[in-house]
């Protein structure tokens, strides 16, 4: 039934899953799966947490749905607010609530221009900020997510991402984003800059600490935005509770999603109370928005990763993934970048045989990742997984590269599973 599927999405495998645990997927023949995407970084503290599923569970038997018009909020939400605010920085103290990360950029997007009363938006070349036609014209991590869907949303314009090392990064980035105010969108039509602090699809680079620097300046001196889309890199995944602690700097909104609720769909965006006051009353809304379930699921994934100081934890495991695969015979590997436990490890080889390397992953029981940026590999684990498990994955990674060079690929024969 396969074939019932719409074709447009990019499919890593054919598994049908049937069940899944912790960091493990187990499909319909009971075959299971080691998973390094954690569903593209929503599942937090893995599939299934039991103390996730407990409290969804006495959840659903109380209020399944408290609609936002009908009823102004609810308990899960209540509660919500409370140990969000240990976490957030406390002039961001107002909430709208969406049920994906595309939903919440459009309205982060929405609360700048009212907020500044000007249209335009600057974001990142390589970014990724969601699928809908407004998100779709924000985001240029790869061209096959735009291609035949334009003319997208109007107003956007893009600054190369301020990368913090590499052959990619601009010292002068201040001067192409001053260059760009001056040229292409004055500061008094230009209501916001988005950005991710790491770029996600965009191959997992960071963002420059003195330029973000220089963006918190920027936004101050005209009056503009900063909004972080913290979508990928919020909730504990990069070692911070969200990806701009990095730089010292504080954003006027988060953009969050994914990892706040362990697989359910909440999502939504934080500022300041007196941005959210010039929306007008029914310039927001959403059948779904803030879920009491969903709610509930990311009350208990707050709960977790503080009481098992999983966010303190994230960055040695994620040194343990680059010391794992720095301890055996790494030759197709090129670069590893590794922020917590969101990593990118970059391959030496051509993209068919790339393509061929993804595919063949589920056959050694391994679920991956690929980026916007060539043959490079994607790890967004949960933040629950264990050093036995990364151990597991870097078996199964050098198994899958045997399968592709075989008896050609030099050096340290490849650890059989
Ligand atoms: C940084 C970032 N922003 C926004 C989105 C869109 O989120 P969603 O897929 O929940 O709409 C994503 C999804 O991958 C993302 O990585």
């Known amino acids: 039934m396969l074939s019932r599927l719409a074709k447009g999405v990019a499919r890593n495998s054919t598994i049908i899953a049937e069940r899944a645990s912790g960091v493990w997927v187990y499909d319909t023949h009971g075959k299971s799966y080691l998973d390094m995407t954690s569903g593209i970084g929503a599942l937090s503290t893995g599939h299934s947490h039991p103390k996730v599923v407990s409290r969804v569970r006495e959840q659903v038997g109380k209020i399944v749905h408290a609609q936002q018009n009908c ?7 209540q509660d919500f607010f409370k140990k969000m605010a240990p976490i957030v920085p406390d002039h961001l103290d107002t909430y709208f609530f969406t049920n994906s990360g595309s939903d919440a950029v459009e309205n982060a997007i929405k609360l700048a221009r009212k907020a500044t009363g000007r249209p335009n938006i600057i974001t990142c070349l390589g970014g990724f900020h969601g699928r809908t036609l407004g998100c779709m014209a924000l985001s240029t991590s790869r061209t096959s997510c735009r291609k035949g869907y334009q003319p997208l949303m109007p107003g956007v314009f893009h600054v190369d991402f ?4 590499g052959e990619l990064r601009q010292p002068d980035w201040p001067q192409r984003l001053d260059i760009l105010l001056e040229k292409a969108t004055a500061p008094e039509e230009t209501a916001a800059i988005l950005v991710e602090p790491i770029l996600g699809e965009g191959g997992v680079h960071r963002a420059d600490t003195e330029a973000m620097q220089y963006l918190r300046e920027v936004c101050d001196k005209h009056g503009m935005l900063w909004i972080s889309d913290e979508v990928q890199t919020g909730v504990g995944r990069t070692g911070n509770w969200w990806g701009y602690e990095h730089f010292g700097v504080e954003p006027d909104v988060i953009a969050f999603g994914k990892g706040i609720a362990s697989g359910f769909p909440l999502a939504g965006i934080i500022s300041e109370k007196r941005h959210f006051d010039t929306i007008h009353t029914n310039g927001l809304g959403g059948t779904w928005n803030g879920n009491a379930v969903a709610t509930e699921a990311a009350n208990a994934t707050l709960d977790i990763l503080k009481e098992s100081r999983l966010v303190d934890q994230c960055q040695t495991k994620g040194q343990l993934v680059v010391d794992a695969l720095m301890n055996r015979d790494n030759m197709h590997i090129l670069t ?10 970059e391959l030496d080889m051509d993209m068919d045989t790339f393509h061929t390397f993804m595919q063949e992953a589920p056959n050694v029981g391994l679920l991956l990742l690929s980026t916007g940026m060539g043959p490079t590999i994607r790890l967004l684990p949960p933040l629950t997984i264990t050093p036995h498990e990364i151990q597991e994955f870097t078996k199964r990674l050098y198994r899958l590269l045997g399968r592709i060079y075989g008896a050609t690929a030099k050096g340290t024969a490849f650890m059989p599973i």
């Open 71 to 77: 009823v102004a909020s609810h308990l899960p939400q």
């Open 162 to 165: 301020p990368y913090e090392v």
């Open 336 to 345: 590893i970048r590794q922020y917590g436990l969101m990593i990118a490890i």
